[in-house]
C-alpha cells in the first residue's frame, strides 16, 4: 500500500435517510461507525424500514448526536429528542403515515423499497432486505474520494457533485484523475483498517433534491450509463479505529 491522500471529511447520519453531520472525528468498527445509523423510520404496519431511496422527504429532515443523545431537526424548524416518546407522533403527523422511530429489530430484518432500475425511478419497486442487526445498506463504511467526485463532474459538468449527495462515511483528499477507489482492496485511515469488498452501487437518492441541493435527475442516469451505476467503494472494517480529518489515507 502507498499514501494516496488525506481524510478530508468524516460523516456521521444517526437517523437513516435523514441529513447527518460532519464530524471532526469517528470510531469505526466492524458493525459501523458509532453513532451512525443507529435509528430509522419504521413502518411497523408493513415491518418495513422508510428509506429516501422510496420516500424523498426523508432529506428534509436532519439527526444529529447531543451529549451522547440524538435529536431530530423537522422541516419545519421543531427539534425532537429521539427518546422522546412523543417523536413517533410528530414524525407520523409530518409524513402523514403511522410511522415510529426504532433501533434494528432483533427478531428478523425490515426491507425497504427500491427502484428495480435502482438510479431510474421510473421502473418497479422492489423490497431490499439490508444486513441483519443494522439500518446500514451493506457494508461497515462507504469511502469516497474527490478524485471520483471530479471525474463524475466531468461526465455530468452541470451537475453539483457534492459529497452530501452520496452519504459516505468519509471524503478521502486523492489526487489524480479518474475513479481511484475502484482499483483498491485496501484502505487504511487513521487507525482504522479496511478491505474493500465492492463498488458503491447508486440508488435514486443522489437525485433526490435536499437542503441546498435541487433535484438532479441526470446524477443517477449519468452513473448508470457512463460508470457502470457506481462511484465510491463499500469496506469491510478488518481493524477498528479512530478516523479523523487530515488523517493520511494509504490505499493499495
Not at 500500500?1 to 466492524?30: C, F, H, I, N
Not at 458503491?200 to 442516469?221: E, F, H, N, V, Y
Request: net charge negative.
Amino acid at each position: 500500500m502507498e499514501t494516496v491522500g488525506t481524510v478530508a471529511e468524516v460523516w456521521r447520519y444517526p437517523v437513516k435517510s435523514m441529513q447527518g453531520e460532519r464530524v471532526d472525528r469517528l470510531d469505526v468498527a466492524p458493525g459501523g461507525a458509532t453513532g451512525d445509523r443507529t435509528l430509522a423510520v419504521v413502518d411497523p404496519a408493513a415491518r418495513k424500514v422508510l428509506s429516501a431511496k422510496r420516500h424523498a422527504a426523508l432529506l428534509d429532515a436532519s439527526a444529529r448526536l447531543v451529549g451522547g443523545e440524538v435529536v431530530i431537526t423537522l422541516p419545519d424548524g421543531t427539534e425532537h429528542a429521539a427518546a422522546d416518546p412523543t417523536v413517533h407522533d410528530a414524525l407520523s403527523a409530518w409524513l402523514d403515515i403511522e410511522v415510529r422511530l426504532e433501533t434494528p429489530p432483533t427478531d428478523g430484518v425490515y426491507p425497504m423499497e427500491m427502484y428495480s432500475g435502482m438510479s431510474d425511478e421510473d421502473t418497479p419497486l422492489f423490497d431490499w432486505p439490508g444486513p441483519a442487526g443494522t439500518w446500514l445498506d451493506l457494508a461497515d463504511a462507504h469511502w469516497l474520494t474527490t478524485a471520483s467526485l471530479a471525474a463524475a463532474a466531468e461526465l455530468h459538468p452541470a451537475g453539483e457533485w457534492d459529497v452530501r449527495r452520496f452519504r459516505p462515511t468519509a471524503l478521502l483528499d486523492v489526487a489524480g484523475a479518474g475513479f481511484a477507489e475502484d482499483a483498491w482492496t485496501e484502505v487504511h485511515a487513521g487507525t482504522v483498517g479496511s478491505e474493500i469488498l465492492m463498488p458503491t452501487m447508486r440508488c435514486s437518492m443522489p437525485s433526490r433534491a435536499q437542503p441546498g441541493l435541487p433535484r438532479d435527475k441526470a446524477i443517477g442516469t449519468t452513473l448508470r450509463d457512463l460508470h457502470d451505476n457506481n462511484l465510491g467503494v463499500y469496506a469491510k472494517i478488518v481493524r477498528a479505529g479512530t478516523i479523523a480529518e487530515g488523517d493520511a489515507v494509504r490505499a493499495g
